[in-house]
């Protein structure tokens, strides 16, 4: 799948990024990339039906910008169509909401100057980001911790900070058109490039500062809808049962854990006290397994922020059951339906090729 050609001393980088009324994150995200170590080549905009100054303002800032053809079309379509016109030989994904740190681009230009076999190569969150509030700095720091401890050598890919060998994505197809919403597209993508053979790398020192807002919603939302329940479907779909990030074997026993624990309190309300104990059991079980995350955060941000994680937490491995049933249903739903299992979903670069975009810079 690696691309073979022997020019890989310096890679030209082109960087993508989807965006959806971005307004007042692009200056500094551009910025950053400007005036890091090792600037791109180029550097994509695509508009994705914005009503702010998204457009204009990446246009001043000396961006090439694209729209897609419909408003609100996906983060997925719109990567895909700044892929198509990129020139570059990497295409380096980037959210809107985030701020690359001044080594990102020289780090994703070195890896692949170095490793004619590398495909793809990832970062994640650092441990700073913007807002203040108990949810967002939980949500990002849980993120940072579990790509920090995972193994290097990955199993799938992420936009939020990954860059991929422009030749591999067009042989790919780019990312499937299913998501209309930001959702699982670059996983999938990754399961598709590492069926193929590709090699894909976790570079825990690419990082990026997040500076999304969120809120409990907004949370359960994406963790379910976006991320648990597709998910699970493309698991299912691919047999890809990796022990790596989220999917690591410790968070599986979690899962199992919170349910029985649930399932003794019930039992305890209904029938006797002495569940009480069985659900004291799986609670201080469930801690244990959990205490070097636990420590972790209280590391970085005190006992007491550590000890408001612990049911978010907890909660968090209660609806990741929830959302794998789900999953479960839908794939098998739509299995039967289709009288067997789903083939591999292509990439919607084909069609896109087919239609005449114009730049409008």
């Known amino acids: 799948m690696s691309a073979k050609t022997t020019r890989w001393t310096e890679p030209n980088i082109s960087v993508v990024i989807p965006a ?59 990567r895909n169509l700044g892929a198509l016109h990129a020139q570059g030989d990497i295409l380096f994904f980037l959210d809107a909401d985030v701020v690359p740190h001044r080594d990102a681009v020289a780090r994703v230009r070195a890896a692949f100057a170095s490793d004619a076999a590398l495909d793809a190569i990832f970062g994640s969150y650092d441990d700073q980001p913007t807002d203040p509030a108990f949810l967002s700095q939980y949500k990002n720091l849980f993120h940072h911790y579990v790509h920090q401890m995972s193994s290097e050598d990955a199993s799938t890919f992420w936009t939020g900070c990954g860059a991929i060998r422009r030749e591999a994505f067009l042989d790919l197809g780019g990312f499937t058109d299913d ?129 408001r994680v612990i049911p978010w937490h907890w909660l968090y491995y209660g609806y990741n059951a929830v959302a794998f049933a789900l999953g479960a249903l839908a794939h098998a739903r739509s299995a039967f339906a289709r009288g067997h299992l789903h083939p591999e979903r292509p990439g919607a670069l084909i069609q896109m090729q087919q239609v005449n975009h114009l730049e409008t810079s």
């Not at 791109?40 to 457009?55: K, L, M």
């Not at 590492?194 to 894909?200: A, E, K, M, T, V």
């Not at 020192?205 to 699970?232: Q, Y």
């Open 179 to 307: 998501y209309g919403r930001p959702c699982i597209e670059d996983i999938e993508l990754g399961y598709r490039l590492g069926r193929r053979g590709g090699r894909i790398r976790l570079d825990k020192g690419l990082l990026v500062t997040h500076r999304k807002r969120w809120t409990p919603l907004g949370l359960l939302r994406t963790d379910i809808l976006d991320r648990g329940i597709p998910w699970a479907e493309l698991i299912l779909r691919h047999g890809a049962f990796v022990n790596d990030l989220n999917l690591q074997t410790k968070n599986r026993i979690s899962v199992a854990a919170f349910w029985l624990l649930m399932l003794s309190l019930a039992l305890a309300a209904m029938w006797s006290g002495w569940m009480l104990l069985a659900a004291l059991g799986l609670g201080l079980w469930l801690l244990r397994l959990n205490w070097p995350l636990y420590r972790w955060f209280a590391q970085k941000r005190g006992w007491w922020f550590a000890m």
């Open 20 to 78: 959806l009324n971005a307004a007042s994150f692009l200056p500094d995200l551009i910025r950053a990339l400007q005036e890091g170590e090792s600037p791109p080549e180029e550097i994509i905009v695509v508009d994705d039906g914005s009503s702010d100054e998204t457009a204009a303002l990446a246009r001043s800032l000396g961006c090439r910008i694209f729209h897609t053809p419909a408003a609100r079309s996906g983060p997925a379509m719109a």
